[in-house]
């Protein structure tokens, strides 16, 4: 009998730590997703200043190429549409904090694309490609815009980010 009673006291502590190793599963899939829920909301939240950068940013280069703001955010192909948002892309990403993705929401494109865009706009600057040009004359008039406002930001270069 009492080898039994045992065996019951066997099983009902292995059921026991069954459910507190599933529990234990359950609680760290919660922090799990808990923590990235955190990360990206962290993510997305981007200082004022470089929130600003961004909104003139892409007023001077929907000035610059006389394209809209629907133009940019458009799936358009136009040669001064895909380069207005190329420039928006890298600019945007080598002058601000912003992610690829925040920057690409802004335009309604997915983060790739803005790396592709700083990726192009490193090869023109490489190559001495005549769009280069395009892409620092929109930096000085950004620059004149900026300091006319007293807004002074470090870009990813200046902090040795990239």
């Known amino acids: 009998m009492g080898h039994l009673v045992e065996k019951q006291h066997e099983k009902i ?5 069954n459910n507190l190793v599933n529990d234990l599963v359950k609680a760290r899939h919660s922090i799990s997703m808990t923590l990235n829920a955190t990360r990206n909301t962290l993510r997305n939240i981007l200082p004022e200043g470089d929130r600003l950068v961004l909104d003139i940013l892409l007023s001077v280069i929907i000035d610059y190429f006389d394209v809209s703001v629907d133009e940019m955010k458009s799936d358009s192909r136009q040669g001064t549409v895909m380069r207005a948002r190329r420039i928006f892309g890298a600019m ?9 993705a925040y920057i690409g929401r ?5 983060h790739a694309s803005i790396m592709n865009h700083c990726k192009r706009i490193k090869q ?18 950004l ?11 470090k870009s990813r270069k200046d902090e040795g980010v990239d």
């Open 13 to 17: 502590l292995i059921a026991d730590l």
């Open 143 to 153: 620059d004149v815009k900026l300091n006319r406002l007293n807004v002074h930001r």
């Open 106 to 110: 802004i335009i309604n494109k997915d």
């Open 124 to 141: 023109y600057e490489e190559t001495n490609d005549h769009y280069y040009d395009e892409y620092l004359e929109i930096e000085a008039q």
């Open 92 to 100: 945007g990403y080598n002058r601000t904090k912003a992610s690829y």
